[in-house]
Nanobody
């Protein structure tokens, strides 16, 4: 079984940057699709970015394209989300997700088997 722990969240000003990390343990995630979701107060959990097991394919929600980059380092069993040009509407709890059975990157949270505890990202002046 895979355990996921997110880190790197915090308070930043609009236009700033953060780099989130998701460290996996228990099992290697070199065969797992990895993703990031976010959830703001009162809203549903939203897909942000995903990456295939080998890093060959990535997918982003339209609102973050060109600003966010997902990457992975399978040797470190870690996935990253580089967030640039942050906006107040990016404020949310960000969750890391993993699944060994996905053949495509799914935007619906229910398809992902493993989840981290979340890390808060707040974008405000």
């Amino acid at each position: 079984q895979v355990q996921l722990v997110e880190s790197g969240g915090g308070l930043v000003q609009p236009g700033g940057s953060l780099r989130l990390s998701c460290a996996a343990s228990g099992r290697p995630v070199s065969t797992y699709a990895m993703g990031w979701f976010r959830q703001a107060p009162g809203l549903l959990r939203e897909f942000v970015a995903g990456i295939s097991w080998n890093g060959a394919n990535t997918r982003y929600t339209d609102s973050v394209k060109g600003r966010f980059t997902i990457s992975r380092d399978n040797a470190k069993n870690t996935v990253y989300l580089q967030m640039n040009s942050l906006k107040p509407e990016d404020t949310a709890v960000y969750y890391c997700a993993a699944d060994n059975d996905l053949h495509t990157i799914m935007v619906v949270a229910d398809f992902w088997a493993h989840w981290g505890q979340g890390t808060q990202v707040t974008v405000s002046s």
